[in-house]
Every structure is written in C-alpha cells, then in structure tokens.
C-alpha cells in the first residue's frame, strides 16, 4: 500500500468516526436531558452558583440560540448556553453548564493550555480564513512555486496545533465541573455517572478532530515532499 493509499484509509476511517461520535454525543445528550437534576436546578442556576463558589462575579451567564452551541468567551467574559441548557434542570443541563464555567475557572486561574489556547486565536481564525486558498494554489503550483504550498502548511500546522492544546483545556474543564458537581451534592451517585457519561462523549469529538486535522497536515506534506523529490 503507497503512502497516499494509506492516508486515505486512515482519512476515511476519522471521517466514519467523527459521524459515529458526533451521533453518540447527540444521543447521549438527548437521553440525560431527559433526566431532571435531582438538586431541581436550571443550567442557569448552576452556572451562576459555580462561578460564584469559587469566587467569580464579572463573568455574565447569557443565553444562545441553537443545540449544543455552549461555550466561555474569554474575552467578552460569558459563559454562554444553548437555550435547552439554560432553561432546564436536566443532568445533561447540569453538566454542560458546570463544564462551561470550567473555562471560567481557568481564565481566572490563568491556566497554561488556555492562555496557549488564547494566544493562538487570532492565528487559526486569521489562516482559516485563507489557508484552503493558500493550499490549493500551492497544490497547482508546486513545481513552479513550491514555497506557497510550504506556507499553507505552516499555516495549517497552526490550526492542527490548536486542536491539540484544545484537548488538555476541555478535560481539565470537565474534571472541574465534575468535582464540583460532586461536591456541592447537586448530583447523586447515580446521576453523578451519567454527568460523567455525557462530558466523556463530548471529549471524544475533540480528539477526532485533533486526529483529522494531523491526518490532513501530513497529508499535505507528503505532497509537499512528494512535488520536491519529482
């Protein structure tokens, strides 16, 4: 099997798992919402009673449209949830929003991966912008311009990279929610599992995502290094 026929073995096979994880995290999230959180808290709640246990009171908790599109701004200092997880006191509820204020925590902690994370933002969202322009052009021009391939991949590596350091930033956040979750007695033994359940599954999607964007960079340097040696 040639270099290129393996990388599209091992491309499709991170495709076939990314939809399989992607349908597992969807089915995880629709069986715990189900489930109403014993304690009788909203994800709201939750979230606002995390942030001010551990002593965080300039960070606002604001509602998204859409599913599944929680996430901390740094920047803007909002921890934003979707409005199925805002609004109900389910487990699934419960652990996203405790998991978003994770990342709170850690902005306030100055933890190491997300001020890498941070640091690299206006890199990826600039190069995202160009970097599959920049790619294909290098791809068309390698034997006359070799170097504007090279640039793509600098780029790409940096995306690549990004999703990497992201990994660290997303399990220490769950470990945090989790602990706290625990803790304070807003889940049961039981529930506790499935909280653990819901936030394992999210996780997955990162590192296939890290894995597809490494298959992808190496990839486009076995045609760098191919169009080199012809």
């Known amino acids: ?34 489930i109403p959180l014993p304690a009788g808290l909203t994800g709201r709640e939750v979230a606002e009673r995390m942030l001010h246990e551990n002593g965080i009171y300039d960070v606002k908790v604001t509602s998204v449209a859409g599913s599944l599109t929680d996430h901390y701004n740094p920047a803007a200092k909002t921890v934003n949830l979707s409005e199925p997880v805002y609004r109900t006191n389910s ?22 991966p997300l001020q890498m994370r941070s640091m690299l933002v206006p890199v990826v969202s600039f190069s995202s912008n160009i970097v599959q322009w920049i790619l294909l052009g290098g ?8 170097q504007l391939l090279f640039i793509g991949i600098i780029l790409f ?5 990004f999703s990497f350091i992201t990994l660290p930033v997303e399990i220490n956040a769950s470990r945090r929610a989790l602990a706290w ?23 997955y999607t990162y590192v296939v995502a890290a894995l597809g964007s490494l298959a992808t960079l190496l990839y486009y340097i076995m045609i760098f290094t191919g169009g080199r040696r012809n």
Not at 91 to 112: D, L, P, R, S, T
Not at 139 to 146: A, D, N, S, V, Y
Not at 157 to 161: E, G, I, N, P, Q
Request: proline letters at 1%; one cysteine or more; hydrophobic letters at 50%.
């Open 91 to 112: 487990i699934a509820a419960a652990a996203v929003a405790a998991h978003e204020c994770g990342h709170a925590i850690q902005h306030a902690k100055a933890y190491a």
């Open 181 to 203: 979750l625990r803790s304070t007695g807003i889940t049961t033994n039981q529930t506790q599992a499935h909280a653990e359940d819901a936030l394992r599954s999210a996780a």
């Open 157 to 161: 590596a940096c995306t690549t990279l």
């Open 139 to 146: 791809m068309l021009m390698l034997r006359t311009f070799p």
């Open 1 to 34: 099997m040639t270099q290129m026929n393996l990388y599209w073995v091992i491309f499709i096979g991170i495709a076939l798992l990314s939809w399989l994880v992607s349908a597992r995290l969807k089915s995880k999230f629709q069986k715990y919402s189900q």
